[in-house]
Nanobody, 126 residues
């Protein structure tokens, strides 16, 4: 059983930056695609970003392209989400996800990620 633990959420002002981290409790972390989803208040969960096991293929939602960057450090079993130029509409609970099935390119569908973290709150407000 894989556990994913997110950290780095908080309250920031519009235009600020924040970096989320997600630590995975698996020795085979480097085998798996990883991603981030978010759920804004009162809305459906949505795809944010994904990265292949090697880190060479990235995907982003149109709403975050050019502002967010997903990356990973396989030596630390950790995936990151660097969020710049934050907007109030980025306010959401952010979830780290892991896909234990081989897949290329990385999926944008929540149904393909079989492990989820508990979520971390990001609030962007003046």
């Amino acid at each position: 059983q894989v556990q994913l633990v997110e950290s780095g959420g908080g309250l920031v002002r519009p235009g600020d930056s924040l970096r989320l981290s997600c630590a995975a409790s698996t020795r085979t972390f480097s085998n798996y695609n990883m991603g981030w989803f978010r759920q804004p208040p009162g809305k459906e969960r949505e795809f944010v970003a994904a990265i292949t096991w090697s880190g060479t293929n990235l995907k982003y939602a149109d709403s975050v392209k050019g502002r967010f960057t997903i990356s990973r450090d396989n030596a630390k079993n950790t995936v990151y989400l660097q969020m710049n130029s934050l907007k109030p509409e980025d306010t959401a609970v952010y979830y780290c996800v892991l896909d234990s099935n081989w897949r290329f390119p990385p999926s944008e569908s929540s149904t393909n990620y079989n492990y989820w973290g508990q979520g971390t709150q990001v609030t962007v407000s003046a």
